[in-house]
């Protein structure tokens, strides 16, 4: 076992996590300049990224002997796409957003437990090919909850992304009006404050997990990898990336101005950095827990050294709803 350890950390095992990590890094910057030309393209990559999240957790399900309906798992991501597009473009603001996609998932409850006892032979078909032996009813109402979760965790808690990336618009908040028109764009803020926090709570996290080791959370339900040591440096990463952010911002006029008109200082970002460095944890450590409840290491292979979209995005999570809330809170 020892061996093997050392084989897994190796140079040589790390340059594909490396490259991939880099190549990401890349494309997130060429989306940030792609949004400069339509608000919209960064939409896509948010889409994107919740599309893949969504069916790498529905795979795990599946995995776990849980039934869900891929299709609804595919389509909430692009009915919440379509709602933040209709939010921007009415009078509607960011708290008819959320009203509006939790309306959906009510709507998609109601229909995937409804639809299985209203054409019984068909619902009972897929019963025998999924293997469930328990009654339609409880069938019905098992894959609709299991359907549902998904849309919850990871694609509505996602969907805060979208109401980040364009929080000037949908807000009612005079103050961004104002700000926007001077040339304080909000929602980049916003993700960049998102993103940034993100990779410099995970980077931090690995770095200070591997190197100063440390006591385990927990071997048994987080996997070996998980240490409190990892912990606390993701938070002291998410801090460092707040402090960096206050002084890039705060050196363009625009956000000069915004931040002195609202008495915003360096410690607000270090404490939103701080927030930001425990919700990427949360997010995680919660997202750990799942894959061991799945007696899985990664939730795919797709990015190589990596493992899938939800290993390397899963701090995003949880991180978008606090991002949101705390630019409510500072700007609304």
Same mark, same amino acid.
């Given at each position: 076992?020892?061996?093997?350890?050392?084989?897994?950390?190796?140079?040589?095992?790390?340059?594909?996590?490396?490259?991939?990590?880099?190549?990401?890094?890349?494309?997130?910057?060429?989306?940030?300049? %792609?949004?400069?030309?339509?608000?919209?393209?960064?939409?896509?990559?948010?889409?994107?990224?919740?599309?893949?999240?969504?069916?790498?957790?529905?795979?795990?399900?599946? *995995?776990?002997?849980?039934?869900?309906? &891929?299709?609804?798992?595919?389509?909430?991501?692009?009915?919440?796409?379509? #709602?933040?597009?209709?939010?921007?473009?009415? !009078?509607?603001?960011?708290?008819?957003?959320?009203?509006?996609?939790?309306?959906?998932?009510?709507?998609?409850?109601?229909?995937?437990?409804?639809?299985? %006892?209203?054409?019984?032979?068909?619902?009972?078909?897929?019963?025998?090919?999924?293997g469930f032996g328990g009654s339609l009813v409880y069938y019905s109402y098992s894959k609709a909850v299991n359907t549902i979760f998904v849309c919850l965790w990871p694609t509505f808690l996602l969907s805060f992304?979208?109401?980040?990336?364009?929080?000037?618009?949908? !807000?009612?908040?005079?103050?961004?009006?104002?700000?926007?028109?001077?040339?304080?764009?909000?929602?980049?803020?916003?993700?960049?404050?998102?993103?940034?926090?993100?990779? /410099? &709570?995970?980077?931090?996290?690995? %770095?200070?997990?591997?190197?100063?080791?440390?006591?385990?959370? !927990?071997?048994?339900?987080?996997?070996?990898? *998980?240490?409190?040591?990892?912990?606390?440096?993701?938070?002291?990463?998410?801090?460092?990336?707040?402090?960096?952010?206050? $002084?890039?911002?705060?050196? /363009? !006029? &625009?956000?000069?101005?915004?931040?002195?008109?609202?008495?915003i200082s360096v410690w607000t970002f270090i404490l939103g950095g701080f927030f930001c460095g425990i919700f990427n944890m949360g997010g995680d450590l919660f997202s750990s827990l799942f894959k061991r409840r799945?007696?899985?290491?990664? $939730? #795919?292979?797709?990015?190589?050294?990596?493992?899938?979209?939800?290993?390397? $995005?899963?701090?995003?999570?949880?991180?978008?709803?606090?991002?949101?809330?705390?630019?409510?809170?500072?700007?609304?």
């Amino acid at each position: 076992m020892e061996n093997n350890n050392k084989v897994a950390n190796t140079p040589a095992k790390w340059w594909p996590r490396i490259i991939s990590g880099a190549i990401i890094l890349v494309v997130l910057v060429g989306f940030f300049f %792609l949004r400069e030309l339509s608000v919209y393209t960064f939409d896509l990559l948010i889409a994107v990224i919740m599309m893949f999240c969504a069916f790498e957790v529905d795979n795990l399900l599946h *995995k776990m002997d849980r039934p869900t309906w &891929a299709t609804v798992v595919g389509l909430y991501p692009i009915l919440s796409f379509a #709602s933040i597009i209709v939010t921007v473009n009415t !009078s509607l603001n960011f708290y008819h957003f959320i009203i509006i996609n939790l309306a959906l998932l009510v709507i998609l409850f109601v229909v995937m437990f409804a639809l299985p %006892l209203m054409f019984q032979k068909w619902g009972t078909m897929y019963k025998v090919e999924e293997g469930f032996g328990g009654s339609l009813v409880y069938y019905s109402y098992s894959k609709a909850v299991n359907t549902i979760f998904v849309c919850l965790w990871p694609t509505f808690l996602l969907s805060f992304a979208f109401a980040i990336n364009h929080f000037g618009q949908i !807000s009612f908040s005079n103050v961004a009006e104002t700000f926007e028109n001077m040339g304080a764009d909000f929602g980049l803020m916003g993700l960049v404050l998102l993103f940034v926090t993100t990779m /410099f &709570a995970d980077t931090f996290a690995m %770095l200070f997990g591997r190197f100063l080791k440390g006591p385990k959370i !927990s071997i048994t339900k987080l996997g070996p990898g *998980k240490s409190w040591t990892g912990l606390i440096g993701g938070i002291i990463g998410a801090i460092i990336a707040g402090l960096i952010l206050f $002084y890039i911002f705060n050196a /363009f !006029s &625009a956000y000069n101005q915004l931040f002195a008109t609202l008495d915003i200082s360096v410690w607000t970002f270090i404490l939103g950095g701080f927030f930001c460095g425990i919700f990427n944890m949360g997010g995680d450590l919660f997202s750990s827990l799942f894959k061991r409840r799945a007696v899985v290491k990664d $939730y #795919s292979q797709i990015i190589p050294g990596h493992g899938g979209v939800m290993d390397r $995005y899963n701090g995003l999570i949880l991180n978008s709803v606090f991002v949101f809330i705390f630019f409510i809170i500072l700007f609304v």
